[in-house]
């Protein structure tokens, strides 16, 4: 699994978020990561990128750790620009991830915009937009974890973000339930593991099925096969 955890640091999360749930779940996201391989970064965004921790392997408890402390490092800001959390966490799996690992986001915000001036909303729209479709044509699914300790979470454009990708949203305000959502994600992830492997499978039964069987072969190199007719008797 190569994982980004794109967290919403800007000062609307002061409510939103007054008891940095987001904070915690990054750190339990990476208590969960295996050691054998699996890679995780962590971009911190407000209306721009704040900081950025590139893709890690994770080989040991120090690995965790390091990520770990990357997080209580994290201050907040002003303005809020959802589409450069994402776009960036697309980019990042688009540039560092192992095509052998099945890519995740998880995106942590309140879900609202307030864009300095300079940017206007459609020009936040649009390279939403891009990030979305880069995400998926690239299947990398986005799961959204709205917090919403004071109610004014923006609960339709993180379905949207989840649901173009493949991913799922989510909405919590406490602790509490941040092992239910992350295990549901890690449960969901590995499910669609295991289906990309079957599916390779499979196109690599049906590629062996096109070689012709020579047994089966007659006179002239033509093919023929036997099929029952009514009555008991074969159509050669």
């Known amino acids: ?126 390279e939403m937009s891009d990030a979305l479709a880069r995400a998926k044509a690239k299947g990398i699914p986005i799961y959204t974890i709205g917090l919403n300790a004071d109610g004014q979470l923006n609960k339709t454009v993180l379905e949207r973000i989840a649901g173009e990708t493949g991913g799922k949203s989510f909405v919590t305000s406490s602790a509490d339930d941040l092992p239910g959502i992350l295990s549901e994600i890690y449960a969901r992830h590995l499910k669609l593991k295991v289906l990309a492997a079957a599916r390779a499978g499979r196109e690599r039964r049906v590629s062996g099925r096109g070689r012709r069987n020579p047994e089966r072969q007659r006179e002239g190199g033509q093919h023929f096969d036997h099929v029952r007719v009514p009555g008991g008797g074969q159509a050669g």
Do not use: C, W
Request: hydrophobic residues 40%; negative net charge.
């Open 1 to 126: 699994m190569d994982a980004v955890l794109s967290v919403d640091v800007s000062t609307s999360m002061n409510d939103s978020d007054v008891n940095k749930v987001s904070f915690e779940a990054v750190k339990m996201f990476v208590d969960m990561a295996s050691v054998q391989g699996d890679k995780i970064g962590v971009v911190a965004y407000t209306d721009r990128i704040m900081r950025e921790k590139a893709l890690l392997n994770i080989k040991d408890a120090k690995d965790k750790q390091d990520i770990k402390a990357f997080i209580d490092q994290l201050n907040r800001g002003p303005y809020t620009d959802l589409a450069v959390g994402v776009d960036e966490a697309v980019k990042v799996l688009e540039n560092g991830a192992d095509p052998a690992h099945t890519p995740v986001v998880v995106l942590l915000t309140d879900g609202n915009n307030s864009a300095p001036s300079g940017r206007t909303q459609e020009q936040s729209d649009k």
